[in-house]
T-cell receptor
Framework: GAVVSQHPSWVICKSGTSVKIECRSLDFQATTMFWYRQFPKQSLMLMAT?????????EQGVEKDKFLINHASLTLSTLTVTSAHPEDSSFYICSARAAGSQFLDTQYFGPGTRLTVL | AQKITQTQPGMFVQEKEAVTLDCTYDTSDQSYGLFWYKQPSSGEMIFLIYQGSYDEQNATEGRYSLNFQKARKSANLVISASQLGDSAMYFC???????????FGTGTRLLVSP
């Protein structure tokens, strides 16, 4: 099956610093990537949809200036949490939808990144 | 209104038995897709099975099958011959053609006992 990687798998940072999370599709081209956030024992909440070469579309309530998303190529999207605070601590998961699979629209997920802000 | 409802927060099953995880959905779209994902303690979301709204046959993938009842708007996941490694969170999700993004249910935690 399609493989999506995320880096880093976990990160601990001080309050006020910025953290970048990478999401890569390893064996397919992803025209669209998605970023989710998951709090403990809760479901996944979509933060934003990222299309290659264009600006990301953010869900209601998600601060676009705080969660910067860049999708510069068909295999890489990045999420930067700027000026992180303890309330940003969460599990961040990306997913990628393969080009040409619009009908099936299976999203393949990365392994997630656990962010802890001290 | 909830788009995806999973009413079972937790389920227990003995090894080698079958288990059904419930999922109901709400949409006015004619074209949509239903998905099940497994999330073990490692956190990764593993795609299990897909059912399209126009598919007449129930989807099957190995030990997983989807009991799709369109009129009742339900898409239950059936796991046959449960294994210890099946213990995980299971999420039902829907993609509506009009919205083009996945909406997840709250999940069901499955525990398989020896």
């Amino acid at each position: 099956g399609a493989v999506v990687s995320q880096h880093p798998s976990w990160v601990i940072c001080k309050s006020g610093t910025s953290v970048k999370i990478e999401c890569r599709s390893l064996d397919f081209q992803a025209t669209t990537m998605f970023w989710y956030r998951q709090f403990p024992k809760q479901s996944l909440m979509l933060m934003a949809t990222s299309n290659e070469g264009s600006k990301a579309t953010y869900e209601q309530g998600v601060e676009k200036d705080k969660f910067l998303i860049n999708h510069a190529s068909l295999t890489l999207s990045t999420l930067t949490v700027t000026s992180a605070h303890p309330e940003d601590s969460s599990f961040y998961i990306c997913s990628a939808r393969a080009a040409g699979s619009q009908f099936l629209d299976t999203q393949y997920f990365g392994p997630g990144t656990r962010l802890t802000v001290l | 209104a909830q788009k995806i409802t999973q009413t079972q927060p937790g389920m227990f099953v003995q090894e080698k038995e079958a288990v059904t995880l419930d999922c109901t959905y709400d949409t006015s779209d004619q074209s949509y897709g239903l998905f099940w994902y497994k999330q073990p303690s490692s956190g990764e979301m593993i795609f299990l099975i897909y059912q399209g709204s126009y598919d007449e046959q129930n989807a099957t993938e190995g030990r997983y099958s989807l009991n799709f009842q369109k009129a009742r708007k339900s898409a239950n996941l059936v796991i046959s011959a449960s294994q210890l490694g099946d213990s995980a969170m299971y999420f039902c999700a829907m993609r509506e053609d009009s919205f083009q993004k996945l909406v997840f249910g709250t999940g069901t935690r499955l525990l398989v006992s020896p």
